[in-house]
């Protein structure tokens, strides 16, 4: 009996609400877009080139277009790759190219505060309930997301599940999670990220 209790209230503290998936990539020796806004929680990835990294600096570093490393400031190697959302507390990330810094290869990740639930990030026809949840999710797609893949992941990005799409309704168990912030998101066919949201 103590287990399901603890089960039920570790489950109960989960919540949803929406995020979203962000690709940085480079176009010569720019970052395009340079200037991104996102919320916590949303996932952001370096598409580079093998010959560009992405190295987070002070603003007065960036300013100087210089290339000494912020102390617990995000890296991605060269040839990009993801950054963990735990790096990215509300603020301005000032980041360079450390090869190219001098050429002005640099720019910024703005985070704000999470407003809420926002329905009109989900696709049409898309739901993800009951909100809290309890034991379970229940992902209601349409037609065009049969087939897609889905995730729940930490906010260090580690994949704690994953799954596919198989009807127009699908039950996720989660009675199995730790308490604390998950995110959930869906891949389509093609194996791109469409949409992240928040447990």
């Keep these: 009996m103590k287990t399901i209790l603890s089960l ?15 690709t940085i ?29 992405a190295v987070e600096v002070s603003q007065t ?4 277009n210089g290339t000494a490393a912020l102390a617990g400031g995000f890296q ?17 990330h000032y980041y360079v190219c450390t090869p190219h810094a001098s050429l002005g290869m640099k720019g910024t990740i703005i985070v704000q505060n999470a407003t809420g639930i926002e329905e009109n990030k989900l696709p049409a026809g898309f739901s993800i309930y009951p909100n809290p949840s309890l034991i379970s999710l229940t992902l209601n797609a349409n037609d ?20 596919k799409i198989e009807k127009n309704i699908t039950t996720i168990d989660i009675s199995y999670l730790a308490r604390g912030t998950y995110l959930i998101g869906t891949v389509d066919r093609r194996k791109r990220p469409v949409k992240l949201v928040k447990l």
Excluded: C, K, M
Excluded at 61 to 64: E, G, R
């Design 25 to 53: 990539n480079n176009s010569g020796n720019t970052f395009s877009p340079s200037t991104i806004t996102i919320v916590v929680g949303d996932d952001v990835t370096f598409n580079l080139e093998s010959v560009h990294n």
């Design 76 to 92: 991605v190697a060269l040839g990009g790759g993801p950054v963990q959302a735990a790096l990215l507390g509300v603020g301005t």
């Design 61 to 64: 570093t960036w300013n100087a």
């Design 8 to 22: 039920f209230l570790l489950v109960l503290s989960t919540s949803i609400s929406f995020s979203t998936s962000w």
């Design 144 to 163: 065009d997301e049969i087939g897609s893949g889905f995730y729940i992941a930490d906010l260090a990005g580690r994949r704690v599940a994953t799954g």
